[in-house]
Structure formats: structure tokens, C-alpha cells
């Protein structure tokens, strides 16, 4: 009966693989922050205020691990007689890793 001969991987080599195996070069992590109101809406963030107008939708990218608070701010035109909102207009957001 013959024996089966197994090739090794440097033991070096292998922690270098292991190393390199899950980093990455940039910041993944993003979301997008869509206008369906009639007017333009700021948003802050991360000390940042972001200025999405009517209609459009502006993406936050490279954002850090973290826990993060956001506020929303819109202005009723004075024509309207009513208005609503959808979701949270204030509040905090997770980030974790590529999200």
C-alpha cells in the first residue's frame, strides 16, 4: 500500500495569506437618502448637513463602523394645508462592516 505524500504551505506564507485574506482598501459602507416631498429637505450627519432637493437622491459613502445620530429638516410651503412624514425623521443608525 502506498502512502500519500501532502505538500505543506510554509508556515509563513499561510499567515500571510490569512493576513491579507479580508482587508480591504476602502470603506464600503453607504446609504442613500431619497426626497419625495415637494420641497428640498436637509439632512445631518456626521456633522454634515446634506442638501437633497425635490425628487432626488444623494448617496453617503465611506462611512466608519459606528453608531451615528441624524436629523431631518423640511420647511412647509405655505400653500399646504396639511403634511406628513414617512419613517423616522431623527433617530440614531448602526454601521457595521460593507453595509
Sequence with gaps: MKKKKYKLIP????????????????????FKVTNDAAADIVVTFRAQT???ASGQTKEIKEIPQG???????????????SYSSSGDVTGQVVIKAST
Design 11 to 30: 508556515l509563513p506564507l499561510f499567515i500571510l495569506i490569512l493576513l491579507f485574506a479580508g482587508c480591504e482598501t476602502s470603506v464600503k459602507n453607504s
Design 50 to 52: 446634506i442638501s437633497v
Design 67 to 81: 453608531t451615528y445620530s441624524y436629523s431631518t429638516f423640511f420647511t412647509v410651503p405655505p400653500s399646504a394645508t
